[in-house]
């Protein structure tokens, strides 16, 4: 299977996510945060009338996004009929996968198993396949539910 | 009965409609030829459609008549009194027709013949007298009004109102692409008003904008309705149900201008009426109980609605017997619905929760009004379907309120936007009662442990921070300090939330917000401002509850009382208390005060001969200014009317709206006084209203700004242009315009003079030097203070030619 994939930087390692559930890339602007929210929802940002739920995947895989650089461009995903900003290191390109995403022996380590997929070989080289709806969620259900 | 058939049925019933009025029109005025057309129209559509049917008679009638009329459309026959009979014979047969294809029923057999005959020329009108008898009545009204106009060739025949049937995600779609165009013309304004007056793109931009805020009117109806549509049907159900069960029923309804989508409308029509039905049946009591219990002999059913955000909350609440925990109780243990053991853990809420679930109804006797089956559960089901929810509370003996919650997947609400720091909010209007401005004294703010208190209209009522709420940051402004919003639960629970600021109010797009961000619980929706920034709307309902704030059992029926009792037991007129310049303590009467307003003092202009506040645009007469400078940056005015004219006062402090208890005693030395009385054992000056108007009201007018034209540089656009701006001008921005008053280089002043050009206005001159020649015409281009004096003193004589215009 040939699947386009966008490929992004979260907390340094490569990911992707799969193009179909991308909607566009845009700049992001001005966050208006949202109080009594978890950590990892950075706020809401305006798409043309849409409000975007800014969704900062570093934290909600649970790492510190002060250790990494920030894109100013954010992935915009649709999950259940909510659009969301997805904010990342940094966007790197499209490209194709080659086979369907698999898991590794060993895992990928407790933050990342939650919100992978699995591993999927890409023209460019390997990454981890994200779960959208568990970036989403963000760790601090995943914390509940375990 | 397939969509086709029921878009025929619509169609015809249309048409129906809007000739019904033609055909009268027609047979006031045989020769009429634009109504012939029109009749002719109708049946011919009417034939063409049926060919898609199986309807022979129908299309038989329209065929016949649409030959009749063609003739006299080609000339052929001159219509007269019978023909028209008869054609009208036979819309009136068209209409019953599609009555009864409607209904999937079969029309009586025979009676076309004749109708048809009745078109040949020269027939006898036998069975047209008939029908044109049995059309009278209904169109009585409208004929006379129709003969009254002799001439009706002129005028044009009306096109007939159609209608399409459209899926709603596609009117979704073109509603957010107008949202959007909203946006992207908000964004272009902003860059146009950067980049300064262009007059080539102002002009079409204006009219875009105009066309837009159209449209968006436009969409806004297609999908929304008020509410009252489904209200309005209640009074009589009300009535009926009340007199056939001998009871009497007063029916309160309040909230009728909420808007919800149409379709949502439909879906509540029938578990309203259901949990109305159920107040009438098992709620209120028969009078002769009622007057035993010492209660009113009528029972007062009230039904409100209210928005917040993405729901719509209906309270419908009786002030009936209520609801007995242990019948319901009972009666769930017998069904075996819970077991006792479970029954002795259960709260009286959740017990009463009971009555929604299947197979529940607790009258004893079934009456011929509810309790047939369908039950509550019915309804809840219903309303869950749409994603909505029910609730019921209920005190023994006072009655019963049932809380419907339904949901807007879109909706347009009034709101208000509010700041904490740097943050806004909205809040749905429908909720706020009122607004009390920090330094107000009425607020009495005091803390009781934790939580905080204000008094308002003589009560303590909880308050709370905003800041609080979110757990943001706490501001810089103390708590005391915080504006206050009133706000007033459907359930007519009353609290205060503080907030730094007011910031607007307008109309708010709600969209819903991803269930990460909801299940905060103190947000409803989010909205995006002008500038395209979201704002989150608050759940004024969540936030009340998460704070026991919101009490469902206290009954809305029982607190009306008490408040229609308050107010018979004062009829004392109020007066709004402040402290004058002088220190005096003075009092206006409160139907005269229409605001409060802060103005800095920039908008106070003492040039004319007689002070001059400009207050949201307009110029109004100013009083009660202190001789001498003023004494703080703002000023603090009372905006007063007396329906027409207005003014304002300016005031040192305001104290209160107070109630004037005590005597007036009149004053005659000073016509401005109407009287001194006393409020909490002071005196107090009450200005004396009409003398107050007599001398110094006006008509406001809005405030036209003088136009200035400015230098075509660059540097007077960017810097010259908000300077003019900000001295209240309107800066000229094309050759036509008439300007009061002009700046001008000095050179080109000189190369204008030498040109004998004519200077229509006032002329300032600017110089590129500090100091130079002509110093006292002109004025150095960076001379704030100089240009600010010159462009007030221009202004003052612009104004004084045009009062004299």
Known sequence: MNELLVMCQIAGRRCAFRANDVQSVIEIGAITPVPRTPDHIAGLTALRSQALTVIDCRRAIGFDPQAYSLDHRAIVVASSGYSYALRIDSIEDITSAIGEPGTVPGGFGAEWSNAASGLVETRTGPALMMDLSALIAGQVSIENAA | ?805
Not at chain 2, 432 to 444: M, N
Not at chain 2, 715 to 741: F, H, K, M, N, R
Request: net charge negative; charged share 25%; aromatic share 4%.
């Open chain 2, 1 to 805: 009965m397939d969509d086709l058939l029921a878009d025929f049925v619509a169609e015809t019933r249309e048409m129906l409609e809007a000739s019904a009025g033609e055909i009268v029109a027609w047979e006031a005025d045989p020769a009429d030829r634009a109504r012939l057309d029109t009749i002719f129209r109708f049946v011919h559509t009417v034939k063409g459609n049926c060919g898609f049917f199986d309807f022979p008679r129908l299309a038989g009638l329209s065929h016949a008549a649409e030959d009749a009329l063609a003739d006299c459309r080609a000339g052929r026959r001159t219509p007269d009194a019978e023909l028209v009979t008869a054609v009208l014979a036979i819309i009136d047969r068209i209409a019953q027709m599609v009555d009864v294809i409607e209904a999937g029923e079969e029309f009586p057999e025979g009676g076309d013949e004749e109708l048809i005959a009745a078109l040949e020329p020269g027939a006898e009108g036998v069975t047209g007298d008939a029908v044109a008898a049995e059309l009278e009545p209904e169109v009585g009204p409208a004929s006379t009004e129709d003969g009254n106009s002799p001439a009706p060739k002129k005028t044009e025949a009306p096109a007939a109102q159609r209608s399409i049937r459209l899926p709603v995600d596609l009117l979704d779609r073109v509603m957010s692409g107008v949202s959007d165009m909203v946006l992207a013309r908000n964004d272009l304004a902003h860059r146009l008003r950067q980049a300064g007056t262009q007059p080539t793109i102002d002009g079409p931009f204006e009219r875009l904008t105009t066309i837009l805020s159209d449209v968006r009117d436009a969409i806004t109806r297609m999908r929304m309705q008020r509410i009252e549509t489904l209200f309005s049907a209640l009074p009589r159900l009300a009535r009926d149900l009340s007199n056939e069960l001998g009871k009497q029923v007063l029916i309160d309804l309040e909230g009728g201008d909420v808007e919800l989508d149409r379709e949502m409308i439909e879906m509540i029509r029938d578990p309203l009426t259901h949990i109305i039905r159920n107040a009438i049946d098992h709620g209120i009591e028969k009078p002769s109980d009622r007057l035993a219990m010492d209660k009113r002999e009528t029972g007062l059913l009230s039904i409100a609605a209210r928005q917040a955000g993405n729901t719509i909350s209906i309270v419908v609440s009786d002030d009936g017997r209520g609801l007995e925990e242990e019948k319901i109780a009972d009666k769930a243990v017998k069904t075996g619905l819970i077991s006792a053991a479970h029954r002795s853990e259960m709260s009286r809420d959740a017990i009463l929760q009971l009555v929604f679930e299947p197979g529940f109804s607790t009258a004893e006797e079934v009456s011929n009004v509810s309790g047939r089956g369908v039950g509550l559960d019915v309804v809840r089901d219903n309303l869950e379907r749409v994603g909505g929810s029910i609730k019921v509370s209920s005190t023994p003996g006072v009655g019963t309120l049932f809380t419907l919650q339904i949901p807007l997947t879109l909706s347009i609400i009034a709101g208000l936007t509010v700041e904490i720091g740097e943050q806004r909010f909205a809040i749905p209007q429908s909720y706020v009662e009122e607004i009390i401005h920090a330094s107000s004294k009425a607020l009495d703010f005091t803390r009781a442990g934790e939580n905080a208190l204000v008094t308002f209209r003589d009560t303590r009522v909880p308050c709370l921070m905003l800041t609080d709420v979110l757990g943001a940051e706490e501001g810089e402004i103390p708590a005391e300090q915080r504006t206050m919003v009133m706000l007033r639960l459907a359930s007519g629970d009353l609290f205060a939330l503080a907030v730094d600021r007011i910031h607007s109010h307008g109309d708010l797009v709600v969209k819903p917000l991803a269930p990460a961000v909801m299940k905060a619980g103190v947000y409803a929706g989010s909205t995006l401002l002008d500038d395209g920034q979201p704002v989150l709307l608050l759940d004024v309902t969540n936030i009340a509850s998460q704070h026991q704030l919101a009490s469902d059992a206290r009954s809305r029926v029982f607190r009306g009382a008490e408040e229609e009792k308050a107010k018979s037991e004062k009829p004392a007129s109020r007066a709004m208390l402040f402290t004058d310049f002088d220190g005096r303590r003075c009092a206006v009467r409160l139907e005269l005060v229409q605001r409060i307003e802060t103005a800095p003092v920039s908008a106070i202009d003492l040039t004319g001969d007689r002070p001059r506040a400009v207050i949201d645009g307009v110029i109004l007469p100013l009083v009660g200014l202190p001789d001498g400078p003023l004494p703080a940056e703002k000023v603090r005015l009372l905006r007063l009317t007396d329906g027409s004219g207005q003014l304002v006062h300016a005031v040192r402090e305001i104290d209160d709206a107070v109630e004037l208890t005590d005597t007036l005693k009149p004053v005659d030395t000073d016509p401005m006084i109407e009287a001194v009385t006393l409020v909490e054992g002071k005196t107090v000056t009450l200005i004396d209203g009409h003398a107050l108007f007599a001398r110094h009201g006006e008509v406001p007018e809005a405030a036209i700004k003088p136009v200035c034209r400015i230098p075509q540089t660059e540097w007077a656009s960017t810097i010259l242009a908000p300077l003019v701006a900000a001295a209240g001008y309107e800066i000229a921005d094309d050759q036509e315009t008439d300007e009061d008053v002009a700046i001008l280089f000095d050179d080109e002043y000189q190369a204008a003079l030498a040109l004998d050009v004519e200077f229509a206005a006032p002329v300032i001159r600017l110089r590129d030097i500090p100091e130079g020649a002509n110093m006292e015409e002109t004025v150095y281009r960076y001379d704030r203070e100089g240009l600010v004096a010159a462009l007030r003193s221009a202004s003052g004589a612009a104004r004084a030619s045009g009062s004299n215009r």
